[in-house]
Protein backbone atom coordinates (compact mmCIF):
# COMPACT_ATOMS: atom_id res chain seq x y z
CA UNK A 1 0.00 0.00 0.00
CA UNK A 2 2.88 2.49 0.78
CA UNK A 3 4.37 1.59 -2.46
CA UNK A 4 1.68 2.53 -4.04
CA UNK A 5 1.03 5.58 -2.39
CA UNK A 6 4.21 6.51 -2.76
CA UNK A 7 3.71 6.32 -6.78
CA UNK A 8 0.55 7.90 -7.06
CA UNK A 9 2.32 10.97 -5.07
CA UNK A 10 5.50 10.96 -7.68
CA UNK A 11 3.32 10.38 -10.85
CA UNK A 12 0.91 13.70 -9.44
CA UNK A 13 4.21 15.36 -8.70
CA UNK A 14 5.43 14.70 -12.49
CA UNK A 15 2.26 15.87 -14.10
CA UNK A 16 3.12 19.58 -12.40
CA UNK A 17 5.83 19.74 -12.78
CA UNK A 18 7.20 22.82 -14.70
CA UNK A 19 9.38 22.87 -17.23
CA UNK A 20 12.04 25.07 -17.46
CA UNK A 21 11.96 25.47 -21.14
CA UNK A 22 8.68 24.94 -23.47
CA UNK A 23 7.38 24.98 -26.79
CA UNK A 24 4.18 26.19 -28.87
CA UNK A 25 3.21 25.06 -32.04
CA UNK A 26 0.94 26.19 -34.57
CA UNK A 27 -0.53 22.47 -34.75
CA UNK A 28 0.29 22.07 -30.72
CA UNK A 29 -2.15 21.38 -27.76
CA UNK A 30 -2.67 22.55 -25.20
CA UNK A 31 -2.61 19.03 -23.27
CA UNK A 32 0.33 18.79 -24.21
CA UNK A 33 3.30 18.96 -21.51
CA UNK A 34 4.53 21.73 -23.77
CA UNK A 35 7.96 19.79 -24.95
CA UNK A 36 9.42 20.01 -28.10
CA UNK A 37 8.22 16.79 -29.36
CA UNK A 38 4.53 17.55 -27.57
CA UNK A 39 4.21 21.53 -27.74
CA UNK A 40 1.80 23.56 -27.00
CA UNK A 41 -0.93 25.42 -28.77
CA UNK A 42 -1.38 29.25 -27.14
CA UNK A 43 1.06 31.18 -25.14
CA UNK A 44 -1.08 31.27 -22.10
CA UNK A 45 -1.56 27.48 -22.15
CA UNK A 46 2.42 26.69 -21.67
CA UNK A 47 2.95 29.43 -19.37
CA UNK A 48 1.38 27.34 -16.47
CA UNK A 49 3.57 24.78 -17.60
CA UNK A 50 6.51 27.07 -17.30
CA UNK A 51 8.85 27.57 -14.38
CA UNK A 52 8.89 31.16 -13.67
CA UNK A 53 12.22 32.34 -14.91
CA UNK A 54 12.14 29.93 -17.51
CA UNK A 55 11.49 30.43 -21.93
CA UNK A 56 9.01 29.78 -23.54
CA UNK A 57 10.24 29.15 -27.81
CA UNK A 58 8.26 29.31 -30.52
CA UNK A 59 8.68 26.17 -33.08
CA UNK A 60 6.99 26.83 -36.33
CA UNK A 61 4.82 29.85 -37.20
CA UNK A 62 1.57 30.69 -35.84
CA UNK A 63 -0.87 33.13 -33.80
CA UNK A 64 -0.87 31.74 -29.85
CA UNK A 65 -3.25 33.93 -27.97
CA UNK A 66 -3.15 36.97 -25.72
CA UNK A 67 -1.75 35.99 -22.81
CA UNK A 68 -1.03 37.39 -19.08
CA UNK A 69 2.35 37.27 -17.55
CA UNK A 70 3.01 37.07 -13.33
CA UNK A 71 6.36 35.36 -12.86
CA UNK A 72 9.94 36.13 -14.60
CA UNK A 73 10.02 34.75 -18.07
CA UNK A 74 11.24 35.09 -21.68
CA UNK A 75 8.86 34.48 -24.89
CA UNK A 76 10.81 34.12 -28.06
CA UNK A 77 9.18 33.71 -30.96
CA UNK A 78 12.70 32.74 -32.91
CA UNK A 79 13.83 35.19 -35.57
CA UNK A 80 12.93 32.17 -38.35
CA UNK A 81 8.99 31.40 -36.41
CA UNK A 82 7.62 34.72 -35.46
CA UNK A 83 4.98 34.14 -32.56
CA UNK A 84 2.03 36.14 -33.39
CA UNK A 85 -0.80 37.54 -31.24
CA UNK A 86 -3.80 39.08 -32.35
CA UNK A 87 -5.77 41.14 -29.79
CA UNK A 88 -8.82 42.38 -31.09
CA UNK A 89 -11.19 44.07 -28.33
CA UNK A 90 -8.96 43.29 -25.73
CA UNK A 91 -4.85 43.74 -24.91
CA UNK A 92 -2.12 41.79 -26.31
CA UNK A 93 -0.15 40.58 -23.70
CA UNK A 94 -0.91 41.80 -19.70
CA UNK A 95 2.43 42.13 -17.47
CA UNK A 96 2.00 41.41 -13.90
CA UNK A 97 5.07 39.75 -12.34
CA UNK A 98 5.85 41.87 -9.27
CA UNK A 99 9.65 43.19 -9.67
CA UNK A 100 10.51 40.30 -11.68
CA UNK A 101 12.36 40.06 -15.37
CA UNK A 102 10.11 39.99 -18.63
CA UNK A 103 11.58 39.48 -22.14
CA UNK A 104 9.04 39.28 -25.49
CA UNK A 105 11.63 38.69 -28.22
CA UNK A 106 10.64 38.24 -31.83
CA UNK A 107 7.36 38.37 -31.88
CA UNK A 108 3.98 40.50 -33.54
CA UNK A 109 1.05 41.85 -32.30
CA UNK A 110 -1.90 42.81 -34.59
CA UNK A 111 -5.12 44.49 -32.49
CA UNK A 112 -7.21 44.71 -35.69
CA UNK A 113 -10.61 43.40 -35.41
CA UNK A 114 -14.37 44.09 -35.61
CA UNK A 115 -13.09 46.17 -32.38
CA UNK A 116 -9.88 47.35 -32.31
CA UNK A 117 -7.36 45.46 -29.67
CA UNK A 118 -6.52 48.35 -26.68
CA UNK A 119 -3.08 48.02 -25.59
CA UNK A 120 -0.44 45.91 -27.16
CA UNK A 121 1.64 45.62 -24.26
CA UNK A 122 0.10 46.74 -20.80
CA UNK A 123 2.63 46.47 -18.32
CA UNK A 124 0.80 46.66 -14.68
CA UNK A 125 3.35 45.43 -12.40
CA UNK A 126 7.38 44.64 -13.37
CA UNK A 127 10.86 44.95 -12.55
CA UNK A 128 12.25 45.29 -15.78
CA UNK A 129 10.89 44.30 -19.49
CA UNK A 130 12.85 43.80 -22.68
CA UNK A 131 10.80 44.56 -25.53
CA UNK A 132 13.47 43.39 -28.49
CA UNK A 133 12.27 43.07 -32.64
CA UNK A 134 8.74 43.07 -31.69
CA UNK A 135 6.08 44.35 -34.11
CA UNK A 136 2.95 46.19 -32.71
CA UNK A 137 0.24 47.92 -35.31
CA UNK A 138 -3.38 48.45 -34.48
CA UNK A 139 -4.49 49.52 -31.35
CA UNK A 140 -7.04 51.98 -29.52
CA UNK A 141 -5.03 53.15 -26.55
CA UNK A 142 -1.39 52.65 -26.90
CA UNK A 143 1.48 50.32 -28.48
CA UNK A 144 3.21 50.12 -25.27
CA UNK A 145 1.44 51.11 -21.78
CA UNK A 146 3.19 51.50 -18.31
CA UNK A 147 0.41 52.16 -16.49
CA UNK A 148 0.19 53.94 -12.56
CA UNK A 149 2.09 51.44 -10.06
CA UNK A 150 3.89 49.94 -12.47
CA UNK A 151 7.57 51.00 -11.23
CA UNK A 152 9.33 49.30 -14.28
CA UNK A 153 12.09 49.78 -16.24
CA UNK A 154 11.42 49.09 -20.05
CA UNK A 155 13.82 49.01 -22.87
CA UNK A 156 12.55 48.97 -26.13
CA UNK A 157 15.13 47.86 -29.16
CA UNK A 158 15.29 47.17 -32.88
CA UNK A 159 10.97 47.22 -32.42
CA UNK A 160 8.21 49.08 -34.37
CA UNK A 161 5.30 50.24 -33.23
CA UNK A 162 2.22 51.44 -35.85
CA UNK A 163 -1.36 52.58 -36.46
CA UNK A 164 -1.49 53.39 -32.97
CA UNK A 165 -5.15 55.43 -33.00
CA UNK A 166 -4.66 56.45 -29.16
CA UNK A 167 -7.11 59.67 -29.64
CA UNK A 168 -7.98 61.13 -26.52
CA UNK A 169 -11.68 60.33 -26.55
CA UNK A 170 -13.05 59.73 -22.53
CA UNK A 171 -9.33 61.41 -21.85
CA UNK A 172 -7.38 58.29 -23.19
CA UNK A 173 -4.40 60.37 -24.61
CA UNK A 174 -2.82 57.57 -25.92
CA UNK A 175 0.39 57.16 -28.04
CA UNK A 176 2.78 54.11 -28.97
CA UNK A 177 4.66 54.76 -25.82
CA UNK A 178 2.62 55.62 -23.23
CA UNK A 179 3.84 55.84 -19.26
CA UNK A 180 1.33 56.79 -16.67
CA UNK A 181 3.81 55.59 -13.73
CA UNK A 182 6.04 58.27 -11.97
CA UNK A 183 8.83 55.76 -10.75
CA UNK A 184 8.93 54.24 -14.00
CA UNK A 185 11.62 55.29 -17.10
CA UNK A 186 10.99 53.41 -21.00
CA UNK A 187 14.56 53.68 -23.06
CA UNK A 188 13.71 53.31 -26.68
CA UNK A 189 16.73 52.40 -29.48
CA UNK A 190 16.89 51.38 -32.97
CA UNK A 191 12.98 51.54 -32.90
CA UNK A 192 10.39 53.15 -35.80
CA UNK A 193 7.54 54.70 -35.11
CA UNK A 194 5.37 55.53 -37.55
CA UNK A 195 1.58 56.65 -38.51
CA UNK A 196 0.06 57.12 -35.07
CA UNK A 197 -1.69 59.45 -33.30
CA UNK A 198 1.40 60.55 -31.02
CA UNK A 199 4.51 58.82 -30.85
CA UNK A 200 5.16 59.24 -26.81
CA UNK A 201 2.51 60.22 -24.25
CA UNK A 202 3.37 60.81 -20.38
CA UNK A 203 0.20 62.46 -19.88
CA UNK A 204 -3.42 60.05 -18.37
CA UNK A 205 -6.24 63.15 -19.76
CA UNK A 206 -4.10 65.38 -21.75
CA UNK A 207 -3.22 67.94 -19.36
CA UNK A 208 -2.07 65.57 -16.37
CA UNK A 209 1.76 64.62 -16.27
CA UNK A 210 2.63 61.47 -14.84
CA UNK A 211 6.14 62.24 -14.32
CA UNK A 212 7.15 59.25 -16.32
CA UNK A 213 10.47 59.12 -18.30
CA UNK A 214 10.52 57.88 -22.15
CA UNK A 215 14.13 58.35 -23.26
CA UNK A 216 15.71 58.20 -26.32
CA UNK A 217 18.52 56.62 -26.51
CA UNK A 218 19.88 55.62 -30.29
CA UNK A 219 18.91 55.65 -34.24
CA UNK A 220 15.05 55.72 -33.68
CA UNK A 221 13.02 57.17 -36.49
CA UNK A 222 9.10 58.93 -35.74
CA UNK A 223 7.30 59.64 -38.92
CA UNK A 224 3.90 60.50 -40.13
CA UNK A 225 2.56 60.39 -36.12
CA UNK A 226 -0.88 63.16 -36.49
CA UNK A 227 0.41 64.50 -33.48
CA UNK A 228 4.01 66.22 -32.35
CA UNK A 229 5.48 64.40 -28.91
CA UNK A 230 8.72 64.13 -27.88
CA UNK A 231 10.66 61.69 -25.73
CA UNK A 232 11.01 63.30 -21.85
CA UNK A 233 14.67 63.32 -22.97
CA UNK A 234 17.53 62.32 -26.02
CA UNK A 235 20.47 60.55 -24.47
CA UNK A 236 22.42 60.04 -27.93
CA UNK A 237 20.92 60.34 -31.66
CA UNK A 238 22.27 58.98 -34.72
Known sequence: MQLACAALLLAST??????????????????????????????????????AGGEISVLDPGGFGTVTITKDITIDGNKGAVGSIVFSSTNGININAGTGTVVLRNIELNGAGTTRGFNGIRILKA?????????????????????????????????????VSGAPASGADGAAIQVLDAASTVYVSNTTIFGNYKAFSTSA??????????????????????????????????
Open 205 to 238: NGTTLSGGKIISFNNNRTEGNSQPSTPTDVVYER
Open 14 to 51: AVHAQATRTWVSGVGDDVNPCSRTAPCKTFAGSISKTA
Open 127 to 163: GKVFIENVRMSTASNAGILVDSGAQATVFVDRSSLVD
